[in-house]
């Protein structure tokens, strides 16, 4: 390595990425490529980056498969970055693998720590968790580290684990403020400020309040009977019973939680389960049904007793009953956690992470293009969504968790 190459790459571990630029931006030799490549990743060119990093990995070839791995490995990141999941979950296993056979200990964390990130972003937490317990962490670059914890923090929140998830935004912070670079400590800081936002909402005897994650993880530590909209299950301290997969179920459901103590009339549950306005035989047959097959469901932890107007919860033990949802609720707020994040989705990458068809996410966007929640820009495989106002509120409870359907 000669001295400008060896200053370059000194300049881009310190995130000074235009120092880095003086000295090697008339060069194109495969090497300096790669430093430029990943000089404009850090000053936010990202579509100039992933062309200089391709363009180094071609240069490098087979001969010199750690160095093409490692732009390959760039090139991922900056593909998680803009939210191509399919390309960055691709490139990272080859990467990985070519790192891991020439002892490149350092690079097969990092790319290791990637692993974790896309499948914290996709929803599969225990892989992610596994993934963070078994990878290197004392073979991390510095720069890697808040990352890695950062990960650690998002897992625990999206398992409402309030006391690991500050913990770990507490090492993050640590480590940003170690390396010197002012992206990571802004990284962390956007981390922090989600953390400490309302994380949901629970509605309860008419009434609703806004929790933060630490009130949340309290409140299903209890024995209270909680219609969880959040993560699509009924729970009661330890036991929970999966309702994804089950919409009718789950709005029904809760809107006998809503109810409770007092019955919910047959007329409202069936607005509400089924959208009919004009109730005829046909519904109430169909009403019944479900109720039974409701009934069966949650047997363990509560009943459903018809009334003269309709029907009502009866939970097992005196407990109460209350409803959590998210702060910000609608038809698409699934879609919505995602782009809350500010970054741009491809509509393959927002199906990926929801676990639905393309389809399916393409008529939500046009949905929310319309009313003037989303925007897009590119076309064909290029076009990229974006939400135009980020809520104020984190997404660490909207954000899907893969749990058994029932």
């Known amino acids: 390595m000669d001295r400008l190459i060896a200053s370059a790459a000194q300049s881009l571990a310190g995130g000074d990425a235009l120092s880095a630029l003086k000295r090697i931006s008339l060069r194109d030799d495969p090497p300096a490529l790669a430093l430029r490549g990943t000089a404009m990743a850090q000053l936010g060119d990202l579509a100039r980056a992933r062309e200089l990093l391709q363009a180094a990995a071609r240069g490098f070839g087979a001969r010199e498969p750690v160095a093409r791995a490692r732009c390959i490995l760039a090139g991922a990141e900056i593909a998680l970055v803009t939210r191509d999941l399919v ?84 090492r993050a912070a640590q480590t940003a403020r170690e390396t010197g670079i002012s992206a990571l400590a802004a990284e962390v800081a956007q981390a922090r400020a989600a953390f400490d936002a309302p994380a949901a909402r629970l509605i309860e005897n008419g009434g609703d309040r806004l929790l933060d994650l630490a009130k949340v993880e309290t409140l299903i530590a209890t024995d209270m009977l909680l219609v969880d909209i959040c993560r699509n299950v009924l729970r009661c301290g330890a036991t929970v019973i999966p309702l994804a997969g089950r919409p009718v179920l789950l709005a029904l459901l809760r809107k006998l939680a809503e109810a409770w103590p007092r019955d919910a009339s047959r007329e409202a549950l069936l607005l509400h389960a089924f959208r009919a306005r004009h109730v005829d035989e046909s519904h109430r047959a169909r009403l019944r049904v479900e109720i039974g097959r409701l009934r069966g469901l ?53 199906a990926l992470a929801l676990d639905v068809s393309p389809r399916t996410v393409l008529r939500g966007l046009e949905a929310l293009k319309e009313a003037g929640r989303v925007d897009w820009f590119g076309h064909g495989r290029a076009r990229r969504w974006i939400v135009r106002n980020v809520p104020g509120f984190p997404t660490s409870l909207l954000l899907p968790v893969l749990l058994p359907k029932g």
């Open 87 to 170: 390309t960055a979950l691709r490139a990272l296993g080859t990467a990985q693998a070519v790192l891991e056979a020439h002892a490149d200990r350092a690079n097969a964390a990092h790319a290791a720590c990637l692993q974790a990130r896309l499948l914290l972003l996709t929803g599969r937490l225990d892989d992610a968790e596994q993934r963070c317990n078994t990878l290197e962490t004392k073979a991390l670059p510095a720069a890697s580290r808040p990352g890695y914890w950062l990960v650690a923090a998002g897992i625990a929140m999206r398992r409402i684990r309030a006391r690991d998830a500050r913990a770990a935004l507490d």
């Open 298 to 350: 949650i047997k363990p932890l509560a009943g459903v007793k018809a009334t003269g107007r309709g029907f009502v919860l009866e939970p097992r033990g005196a407990r109460k009953i209350a409803v959590l949802t998210p702060p910000v609720e609608g038809e698409h707020a699934a879609l919505l956690a995602l782009l809350a994040d500010g970054e741009t989705w491809s509509s393959s990458a927002l």
